[in-house]
T-cell receptor
Framework: GAVVSQHPSRVICKSGTSVKIECRSLDFQATTMFWYRQFPKQSLMLMATSNEGSKATYEQGVEKDKFLINHASLTLSTLTVTSAHPEDSSFYIC?????????????FGPGTRLTVL | RKEVEQDPGPFNVPEGATVAFNCTYSNSASQSFFWYRQDCRKEPKLLMSVYSSGNEDGRFTAQLNRASQYISLLIRDSKLSDSATYLCVLTGNQFYFGTGTSLTVIP
């Protein structure tokens, strides 16, 4: 099956620093990648949709200047949390859809747990 | 109104029981439907797609009712390992996630 990796799996940083999270589709080309955030005991919340070679589409309430998304290739998207604060501490999950075959199916990365001190 | 409504539970059932979850949606133009399973502190994993004709995978049966705009998931002969949160997902203009239904199977 399609495999999506994320790196790092866990990061702890000081308030005010920036953190970059990578999302890679390992064995397929992804038309679209999605970035989600999940707080404890809550559902996934879509942050942005990322298409290769174009600007990401952000959901309402998500600051595009704070959560920078770069989708440089069909297999890599990055999310940079700039000037992180404790309230940004969350579980960040990316997902990807296939370029061909079943484009509606999302394959999720294992997630990145961010803790901002 | 939310795009997707799902009973959060929790559902606590004994091993061997049959349990069913429903998920209602508001957009009749929704195109594809899925059930995902999410274990604690892990990413969602695709459990099965949902078709109007219904589909079955072992102990799991998924059904789509377009007229009433809901999807269902039935788990038969529950195992301890079925304990997880089950998310319904549908696509229209974008992906829409339910809030998840928590299931705990008790020995």
């Amino acid at each position: 099956g399609a495999v999506v990796s994320q790196h790092p799996s866990r990061v702890i940083c000081k308030s005010g620093t920036s953190v970059k999270i990578e999302c890679r589709s390992l064995d397929f080309q992804a038309t679209t990648m999605f970035w989600y955030r999940q707080f404890p005991k809550q559902s996934l919340m879509l942050m942005a949709t990322s298409n290769e070679g174009s600007k990401a589409t952000y959901e309402q309430g998500v600051e595009k200047d704070k959560f920078l998304i770069n989708h440089a290739s069909l297999t890599l998207s990055t999310l940079t949390v700039t000037s992180a604060h404790p309230e940004d501490s969350s579980f960040y999950i990316c997902s990807a859809t296939l370029s061909v075959g079943l484009p509606d199916t999302q394959y999720f990365g294992p997630g990145t747990r961010l803790t901002v001190l | 109104r939310k795009e997707v409504e799902q009973d959060p539970g929790p559902f606590n059932v004994p091993e061997g029981a049959t349990v069913a979850f429903n998920c209602t949606y508001s957009n009749s133009a929704s195109q594809s439907f899925f059930w995902y399973r999410q274990d604690c502190r892990k990413e969602p994993k695709l459990l099965m797609s949902v078709y109007s004709s219904g589909n079955e995978d072992g102990r799991f049966t998924a059904q789509l009712n377009r007229a009433s705009q809901y999807i269902s998931l039935l788990i038969r002969d529950s195992k301890l390992s079925d304990s997880a949160t089950y998310l319904c997902v549908l696509t229209g203009n974008q992906f829409y996630f339910g809030t998840g239904t928590s299931l705990t199977v008790i020995p």
